[in-house]
Each structure stands twice: as structure tokens, then as C-alpha cells.
């Protein structure tokens, strides 16, 4: 009886044992699933810092910088709601940064264009940037050239010209130039070019006015959730005998999802008006 009980007393702790090596070692792939995630966490981090960056936003210190193998080992040696915890707070201070950035009364973010080519209601003042979203992410961007402003002598008059956006309290955009016709003497015209700063996740628009030598590339991209992208880009030179810009190029195409059942969805590229330039 005595044998027994030990031999029982010897098999229990082997399994005990057993128990213990299985509960307490670690899986393998605990170690593959913290690297994956700090990976992610390391290439949002510097993502981040590159916003706060070209957005000229001013943030300094660790939480803020570029070094992505640094943001790694960092999150490798702290718990997962600790990083979740930095993504957010670098998130919601980018955020305050975009909305003072690319608000329409914040001095700093409107160009400076002569008085005669403002909007004499003020319903609408110039703005450089925008807070607005394409595709699944809300950035600060420029709609109108390189900081919000294209100045040229379109009209080869002598004297600079202006194309910009302007906003109103509705969150409504338009394309506006301001063409010289003396010295001191501007005459504002609305163009066919409106869009909204808003949009949504699922379907969004993105717009980009530049110069190319004496003409304006208007560009825009659109997006739908399941639908598929489109774009649409037009060329644009001023015609002295019309005093307008006209199209003089242009080209659109789209990339539709393909559905289960081998389809295309039906999408139709942006359209872009012949002639930008119009009476105001």
C-alpha cells in the first residue's frame, strides 16, 4: 500500500509539473505579436512627426520625433494601453494644431491679396489651408499652390494676378481669381470650382490648383468606399480676347472595385467646367 501511494505521490508531480511548464512558459508567438505591434506603433509615431513637421506645428520633446527604431525598442519595454495612450494624445494635438491652422479668421492663414480682391460681402474670406479629409484620413492640406496662392502675371499686363480659395462659416470653398486691369485696379471673378471642406470616410473629394508656366492645372481626386477612385484634370490658359481662362487640355479616368460577380461599380470621373474664369 505504502509502494502505491508513492508511486501515485511520483505521477501527481510529474503532472504538476507539466502543469506548470505549460501555464507559466510563455507561447512562442508572444514575442512575433509584440514585434508586429510596435512595429505599427513605431511607423504611426514617425507619421505623426512627419505631420507635425511639413504642418509646421512646433511640438518637441521624446513623444515627438522620427527616430523609428528609437519609437520602437520604446514600445517594446511598455504595456500596450501605455502606446495606445501616446498615439492618442499626439493625435488630438495634431488636431488642435490643424483646426487653428485652417481657421478662416486666424490672420495667419489668410494670403495676402490686394483689398479690391476680397469678398466685398465678407461672407467669404481667403484662406492658405485646409482641415479636410480624402480617402480615410482628416489632414491639413493647400488646395492653391505651394502656401495658398498663386501669383502671376496672367494677363501679361505687367502686374502680379491672383488665384485662391476662399471660405465661408459653412465649411463652402471656391476657387476665386483677381485679374489686374491698372496699376491699382482688380477685378475679382468667382470660377466654376466649389467644393466642400467636410467629407466623409466613405466618400470623399480632394482638390489641387497649381501653376504650370502661364496656365492653372486644376486637379481633382475622388473616392468611394467599395466604389473605387477617380480623377479628373484640366488645363487652363488665359485668353486675352475673353479675358477668361479656358481649358485648353484635359483628361479623366476611374479604377472601379470589381464586384463578386466580375463587374465594375459604375463611376463617373469629376467634371471640370470649360471655362474657370466668370463674372463676379
Not at 467669404?124 to 485646409?130: A, C, G, Q, T
Not at 466654376?192 to 482638390?207: H, M, R, T, V
Not at 472601379?256 to 463676379?280: C, H, R
Request: aromatic content about 12%.
Amino acid at each position: 500500500m505504502k509502494s502505491n501511494y508513492t508511486s501515485f505521490s511520483k505521477a501527481a508531480l510529474i503532472l504538476l509539473s507539466s502543469l506548470f511548464f505549460f501555464t507559466f512558459i510563455p507561447p512562442a508567438y508572444s514575442a512575433s505579436a509584440d514585434e508586429w505591434r510596435c512595429q505599427s506603433y513605431a511607423r504611426d509615431a514617425v507619421e505623426q512627426n512627419n505631420k507635425n513637421i511639413s504642418a509646421n506645428c512646433g511640438f518637441t520633446g521624446l513623444r515627438w520625433n522620427s527616430d523609428k527604431e528609437g519609437q520602437k525598442q520604446w514600445c517594446l519595454t511598455t504595456r500596450k494601453a501605455i502606446t495606445a495612450k501616446e498615439n492618442n494624445i499626439r493625435k488630438k494635438m495634431l488636431e488642435g494644431c490643424f483646426i487653428k491652422k485652417s481657421s478662416r479668421t486666424n490672420p495667419r492663414n489668410q494670403p495676402n491679396i490686394p483689398k479690391a480682391c476680397r469678398d466685398p460681402s465678407g461672407n467669404y474670406l481667403p484662406i492658405r489651408y485646409l482641415y479636410s479629409g480624402y480617402r480615410y484620413e482628416t489632414v491639413l492640406s493647400v488646395p492653391v499652390g505651394k502656401h495658398g496662392l498663386i501669383q502671376y502675371d496672367f494677363n501679361a499686363d505687367g502686374y502680379k494676378d491672383y488665384v485662391f480659395a476662399e471660405r465661408d462659416t459653412k465649411n463652402r470653398i471656391r476657387l476665386t481669381s483677381c485679374l489686374s486691369n491698372a496699376s491699382d485696379k482688380y477685378q475679382r471673378r468667382l470660377t466654376g470650382i466649389n467644393f466642400y471642406a467636410d467629407s466623409y470616410s466613405l466618400s470623399s473629394e480632394q482638390y489641387a490648383i497649381s501653376r504650370q508656366n502661364a496656365s492653372l492645372n486644376i486637379s481633382i481626386n475622388s473616392f468611394g468606399h467599395n466604389e473605387g477612385s477617380c480623377f479628373a484634370n484640366g488645363i487652363y490658359s488665359y485668353k486675352p480676347n475673353t479675358q477668361q481662362f479656358e481649358m485648353i487640355d484635359s483628361k479623366a479616368d476611374c479604377s472601379p472595385v470589381i464586384d463578386a460577380e466580375g463587374q465594375p461599380y459604375p463611376l463617373y470621373p469629376p467634371t471640370l467646367p470649360k471655362i474657370l474664369s466668370n463674372n463676379n
